[in-house]
Every structure is written in C-alpha cells, then in structure tokens.
C-alpha cells in the first residue's frame, strides 16, 4: 500500500508497505487506546489484538512491514531520512 512520506528537506516521496493490521484497525482505536504503553504523541501497545496473526505480527518482528530506506533511496533517488517519522493521534 503506497503511503506519501517527507525527507528532512522536505521533499516527498512514496513509501510502499504491507498491511499488517486488520482492516477495521482505525475504528478499534477506542477498544484499545487504554491499553498505551507509550508517552505523548506515540501510541505502542506490544501485544496489540488489532495485528493481523502470524504474518502481520512477522513483518513487524523482521521490520519487512516497510520497504527499507536504503531500497527506497536507490530506486527513487530519495535521501536517507532515518526511521519515519511518529504520526500523532487524531
């Protein structure tokens, strides 16, 4: 699924990843949001039931859920920007 992402100097570029949550993920927030084991803007559950079993829970655990940066700074020509950015809660 292609995500748009940002470099540091602001130029954007597209993020390829693979679907690891359940397609209802969005509107289980609420069930889960008390369940946060994370301060401020990030949220991080490690057992979070919303992961789709065995094969979302494996490309978390390999970080294949995400093309890696070097692959996408080779095909797109895009500078390394490190890990993605944390999105804040809507």
Do not use: W
């Not at 919303?50 to 979302?56: A, E, N």
């Not at 940066?69 to 020509?77: I, K, S, V, W, Y």
């Amino acid at each position: 699924m292609p995500q748009e992402s940002c470099c540091l100097n602001g130029r954007r570029f597209m993020v390829y990843k693979f679907r690891t949550m359940v397609a209802d993920a969005e509107k289980r927030f609420d069930e889960v949001k008390a369940l946060n084991e994370a301060d401020g803007p990030v949220f991080k559950i490690k057992k979070d039931p919303r992961i789709i079993p065995y094969i979302g829970t494996l490309l978390r655990k390999t970080s294949l859920n995400e093309l890696p940066p070097d692959h996408q700074f080779d095909a797109g020509g895009n500078e390394p920007g490190g890990p993605p950015a944390a999105h804040p809660l809507l």
